[in-house]
């Protein structure tokens, strides 16, 4: 790729349902400059997650929808190219809220921050063990879930990138850990790589079925449940929660492509279990990553915790590698690298 191109990957429709090759398009454009005050960054890798995709619908949400003809919006890991800032200079490597694209304009004042990249065995970490990633699960299960010793955690999306490190977490904690996940071999990773308990495939069988193995796995019930999926899966979940159980919300990855927005129809459980509900979103937690960041760390370097990557390559193949996250296809954090 040419250093006077740009790479960009653009959102030209709203997607109905699943997102079509031809919502997006790929162009090619001349490399900016840096704005005064602002700085050019060359994206190295970027973070593919199940957020973009209720980003590009033209609905309320906890971000605005990317416009039609931006690039999609997404957190990269890369270098200073061109910089006015003087907080930053060519060469740094840094990570902020950009877009996929091969060089990004960050304007004064952008979600950007400096990294050292040499306290790390790869720079793509910080967009999993100790980025957004690791961190959803850290502050997610150990302040949204308060787990206790001797609880029952119950996972779903298990063997995803924020899944499989909220598993691993509740074991460092002294938990009971069911993963819930699509395929056999993925519950065999959550069993034989992440240390679970149990592992229970979803996989062509219905809301009672998923339900009776639950409650197989769990008969005290079900003291935590962090919840990434959303639909049947969840809706067998909310049957077999515990006295007092917390129900952690950081995803709805099943609903997300819905042509016909679903909903949860086991609510009544939490009246009958006496439940609480925590919607989670990790934004919230930004003045207190260095002490997540600086726990996972220890944690990998004393062998207890496992973070995988599912790195693709390559900005033109963006949708392609996107795709995995809903196909089912991706075997930990989904990472695109740049070149």
């Given at each position: 790729?040419?250093?006077t191109?740009?790479?960009?990957?653009?959102?030209?429709?709203?997607?109905?349902?699943?997102?079509?090759?031809?919502?997006f398009?790929?162009?090619?454009?001349?490399?900016?400059?840096?704005?005064?005050?602002?700085?050019v960054?060359r994206?190295?890798?970027?973070?593919l997650?199940?957020?973009?995709?209720?980003?590009?619908?033209?609905a309320p949400?906890?971000m605005?929808?990317i416009?039609?003809g931006?690039?999609?919006?997404?957190?990269?890991?890369?270098?200073?190219?061109?910089?006015?800032n003087p907080?930053?200079?060519p060469?740094?490597?840094?990570?902020g809220?950009?877009?996929?694209?091969?060089f990004?304009?960050?304007?004064?004042?952008?979600?950007?921050?400096r990294?050292?990249?040499g306290?790390?065995?790869r720079?793509?970490?910080?967009?999993?063990?100790?980025?957004?990633?690791?961190?959803?699960?850290?502050?997610?299960?150990?302040?949204?879930?308060?787990?206790?010793?001797?609880?029952?955690?119950?996972?779903?999306?298990?063997a995803?990138?924020?899944?499989?490190?909220v598993?691993?977490?509740?074991?460092?904690?002294?938990?009971?850990v069911i993963g819930?996940?699509?395929?056999?071999?993925?519950?065999?990773?959550?069993?034989?790589?992440?240390g679970f308990?149990?592992?229970?495939?979803?996989?062509?069988?219905?809301?009672?079925?998923?339900?009776?193995?639950?409650?197989?796995?769990?008969?005290?019930?079900?003291?935590?449940?962090?919840?990434?999926?959303?639909?049947?899966?969840?809706d067998?979940?909310?049957?077999?929660?515990?006295?007092?159980?917390?129900?952690?919300?950081c995803?709805?990855?099943?609903?997300?492509?819905?042509?016909?927005?679903?909903?949860?129809?086991?609510?009544?459980?939490?009246?009958?279990?006496?439940?609480?509900?925590?919607?989670?979103?990790?934004?919230?937690?930004?003045?207190?990553?260095?002490?997540?960041?600086?726990?996972?760390?220890?944690?990998?370097?004393?062998?207890?915790?496992r973070?995988?990557?599912?790195?693709?390559?390559?900005?033109?193949?963006?949708?392609?590698?996107?795709?995995?996250?809903f196909?089912?296809?991706?075997?930990?954090?989904?990472?695109?690298?740049?070149?």
């Open positions: 790729m040419p250093d191109e740009n790479r960009r990957f653009l959102l030209v429709k709203r997607p109905i349902g699943t997102p079509a090759r031809d919502d398009q790929l162009v090619r454009e001349a490399v900016p400059h840096a704005p005064e005050g602002g700085m960054v994206n190295r890798f970027i973070s997650d199940p957020a973009q995709r209720g980003w590009m619908d033209d949400s906890y605005p929808p416009a039609l931006d690039p999609v919006r997404a957190t990269t890991v890369g270098v200073v190219e061109e910089s006015r907080d930053f200079a060469g740094d490597w840094v990570l809220l950009n877009a996929i694209e091969d990004s304009i960050v304007l004064p004042g952008g979600f950007t921050s990294i050292d990249v306290m790390v065995d720079p793509s970490r910080y967009l999993s063990a100790v980025g957004a990633v690791g961190l959803t699960a850290y502050f997610g299960l150990l302040d949204a879930g308060q787990p206790q010793p001797g609880e029952t955690l119950l996972v779903t999306g298990a995803g990138a924020v899944g499989s490190m598993g691993q977490i509740g074991k460092i904690m002294g938990m009971r819930i996940a699509g395929g056999a071999e993925k519950c065999r990773r959550l069993v034989g790589d992440y308990d149990a592992a229970i495939d979803y996989k062509d069988k219905s809301q009672a079925q998923i339900a009776a193995e639950i409650a197989e796995a769990a008969p005290q019930g079900i003291d935590i449940l962090f919840e990434n999926v959303g639909g049947e899966v969840m067998a979940a909310m049957l077999n929660l515990a006295l007092h159980a917390r129900v952690v919300l995803g709805l990855i099943s609903e997300y492509n819905s042509a016909e927005k679903v909903g949860m129809r086991n609510l009544w459980q939490v009246i009958v279990k006496q439940a609480t509900i925590k919607g989670f979103l990790i934004a919230a937690y930004v003045p207190r990553f260095a002490e997540g960041g600086a726990q996972i760390a220890q944690w990998i370097a004393e062998g207890k915790l973070v995988d990557e599912d790195i693709q390559f390559g900005l033109d193949n963006a949708y392609d590698a996107f795709m995995r996250l196909t089912g296809a991706n075997t930990g954090k989904l990472v695109l690298e740049v070149d």
